[in-house]
């Protein structure tokens, strides 16, 4: 089973990699920038495997740069918050 066919189980494959980026001394700004280029992978080349990720790459595809960016940032904080609440 990959990791994309559940939001849930994508969300804790996400956390668990910024966490450690973030323990690897990866800045934030490193990592927006990272979370922007798998964004704009996923929506270009990856099938949607659930809902969520089907509304993810439809907003991602009608976002100007600057929004992809913003959701990119919100997608860190989203795991970011996730990882916080399961600790």
Same mark, same amino acid.
């Given at each position: ?11 804790g494959? %996400? #956390?668990?990699k910024?966490?450690?980026a ?5 800045s934030e700004?490193?990592?927006? +920038?990272? *979370?922007?280029e798998?964004g704009?992978y %996923? #929506?270009q080349?990856?099938d949607?495997?659930?809902?969520e990720?089907?509304?993810l790459?439809?907003?991602w +595809?009608a *976002? ?7 959701i990119?940032?919100?997608m860190?904080k ?5 990882g916080?609440?399961?600790?």
């Amino acid at each position: 089973m990959s990791v994309l066919d559940n939001f849930d189980n994508w969300k804790g494959f %996400l #956390a668990n990699k910024l966490q450690s980026a973030q323990q690897q001394g990866m800045s934030e700004q490193t990592i927006q +920038n990272v *979370a922007h280029e798998v964004g704009d992978y %996923l #929506a270009q080349s990856v099938d949607a495997k659930n809902n969520e990720e089907a509304v993810l790459r439809e907003l991602w +595809n009608a *976002a100007s740069e600057n929004e992809q960016q913003a959701i990119a940032n919100t997608m860190v904080k989203l795991v970011q918050n996730q990882g916080n609440t399961n600790q």
